[in-house]
């Protein structure tokens, strides 16, 4: 089979790999839609600890089950399938404390290699985190689970009601996505806050109440205007910038909880005021990425139509014109691209 491989920072290559085959509670799926995630764009960069190079890689996808192994009951050669790239042990001290996203096996027992013909996907997320894809719904569409698992999760932290005024910073893939899923809950106020332009259009089509250029306008005067001086109910950092964590804490009202969602590289620091922490009772939150709640959460959003992420994909490209996709992502004019192999 064909696979895009990431050779190392800056190099991909196009490889023939043998096609696995699907041992017991296994099942192999022939790729037809992998999106690109800031993740890959990342590991493209500069290469990222989670992503061992040289492999393969994308963890995005959806497909057709092409071979199951021994024990699979849940699944049939020609089922269109769509899954996330990791799930839980069940065993270890943090599954038996019902922290599944935290168990010690995670991100040792994931798959990777959705920008491939075919991938195969272990017993443990068969078992918990692979469904069926509806006929309605689209393979690229359905290969978003994974990231709206993520902020699934991330929203399931934070009491939040129909009457708040939600700021997300940032408006790319996941800032948007969080932007739909909160106005599936009828959120009645987001705010969007980026500083590419293509990306505020996208948002303001999707109908986020108020999009604020950060380029132009001043971000903590914007919010405090629009919030009669009090500040967000909830921030959700989408950034992974140390800066903007430590903004985020400023832009929340008294009692208001801050959801730091965009991880940032290991080893920076942040530093916040105690008195804003304790006095004003903020309450900060940093989710790390899903549990398998999470992620049926997802998938009935994506089925039942609540959440559209067809409307981030900017455009398609066959498995070979990846490093292409990567090239026009660090523009900021598009979101994300399928990769169809
Ligand atoms: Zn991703
Ligand atoms: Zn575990």
């Given at each position: 089979?064909?696979?895009?491989?990431?050779?190392?920072?800056?190099?991909?290559?196009?490889?023939?790999?043998?096609?696995?085959?699907?041992?017991p509670g296994?099942?192999l799926?022939?790729?037809?839609?992998?999106?690109?995630?800031?993740?890959?764009?990342?590991a493209?960069?500069?290469?990222?600890?989670?992503?061992?190079?040289?492999?393969?890689?994308?963890?995005?996808?959806?497909?057709?089950?092409?071979?199951v192994?021994a024990?699979?009951?849940?699944?049939?050669?020609g089922?269109?399938?769509?899954?996330?790239?990791s799930?839980?042990?069940?065993?270890?001290?943090?599954?038996?404390?019902?922290?599944?996203?935290?168990?010690?096996?995670?991100?040792?027992?994931?798959?990777?290699?959705?920008?491939?013909?075919?991938?195969?996907?272990?017993?443990?997320?068969?078992?918990?985190?692979?469904f069926?894809?509806?006929?309605h719904?689209?393979?690229?569409?359905?290969a978003?689970?994974?990231?709206?698992?993520?902020?699934?999760y991330?929203l399931?932290q934070i009491?939040?009601?129909?009457?708040?005024?939600?700021?997300?910073i940032?408006a790319?893939?996941?800032?948007?996505?969080?932007?739909?899923?909160?106005?599936?809950?009828?959120?009645?106020?987001?705010?969007?806050?980026?500083?590419?332009?293509?990306?505020?259009?996208?948002?303001?089509?999707?109908?986020?109440?108020?999009?604020?250029?950060?380029?132009?306008?001043?971000?903590?005067?914007t919010?405090?205007?629009?919030?009669?001086?009090?500040?967000?109910?909830v921030?959700?950092?989408?950034?992974g910038?140390?800066?903007v964590?430590q903004?985020?804490?400023?832009?929340?009202?008294?009692?208001?909880?801050?959801?730091?969602?965009?991880?940032?590289?290991?080893?920076?620091?942040?530093?916040?005021d105690?008195?804003?922490?304790?006095?004003?009772?903020?309450?900060?939150?940093?989710?790390f990425?899903?549990d398998?709640?999470?992620?049926?959460?997802?998938y009935?959003?994506?089925?039942?139509?609540r959440?559209?992420?067809?409307?981030?994909?900017?455009?398609?490209?066959?498995?070979?014109?990846?490093?292409?996709?990567?090239?026009?992502?660090?523009?900021?004019d598009?979101?994300?691209?399928?990769?169809?192999?």
């Amino acid at each position: 089979m064909q696979a895009n491989i990431l050779v190392n920072a800056g190099r991909l290559e196009m490889r023939e790999l043998p096609l696995p085959e699907a041992g017991p509670g296994e099942v192999l799926v022939r790729v037809k839609a992998a999106l690109t995630c800031g993740t890959d764009l990342k590991a493209y960069l500069r290469g990222h600890p989670q992503i061992p190079m040289p492999g393969p890689f994308g963890h995005e996808f959806s497909g057709e089950v092409e071979g199951v192994g021994a024990g699979v009951e849940k699944f049939r050669v020609g089922d269109a399938v769509m899954s996330v790239h990791s799930a839980p042990c069940g065993k270890c001290y943090w599954c038996e404390k019902g922290q599944g996203n935290l168990c010690e096996s995670i991100m040792g027992s994931k798959v990777l290699g959705a920008y491939a013909e075919y991938v195969l996907v272990p017993a443990h997320i068969v078992s918990q985190n692979m469904f069926i894809k509806p006929g309605h719904l689209s393979y690229e569409e359905a290969a978003a689970l994974e990231p709206l698992a993520c902020v699934v999760y991330g929203l399931q932290q934070i009491p939040h009601s129909h009457q708040d005024t939600v700021l997300v910073i940032g408006a790319g893939a996941i800032g948007l996505l969080f932007l739909q899923t909160l106005q599936a809950r009828d959120v009645s106020q987001v705010i969007v806050a980026g500083r590419r332009e293509y990306r505020l259009r996208l948002a303001r089509e999707l109908g986020a109440n108020q999009v604020i250029d950060v380029r132009e306008e001043n971000l903590a005067a914007t919010v405090m205007a629009a919030t009669e001086g009090r500040g967000a109910d909830v921030v959700i950092e989408c950034t992974g910038k140390p800066e903007v964590w430590q903004q985020s804490v400023d832009l929340v009202r008294r009692g208001g909880h801050v959801l730091l969602f965009g991880g940032c590289p290991k080893g920076t620091q942040v530093c916040f005021d105690t008195a804003r922490l304790h006095y004003d009772q903020i309450t900060v939150h940093s989710p790390f990425h899903f549990d398998p709640a999470a992620v049926s959460a997802a998938y009935s959003m994506l089925t039942e139509g609540r959440v559209k992420p067809g409307r981030l994909i900017s455009g398609s490209f066959s498995l070979d014109r990846l490093e292409e996709a990567f090239s026009l992502l660090q523009s900021g004019d598009c979101v994300k691209y399928v990769i169809r192999p």
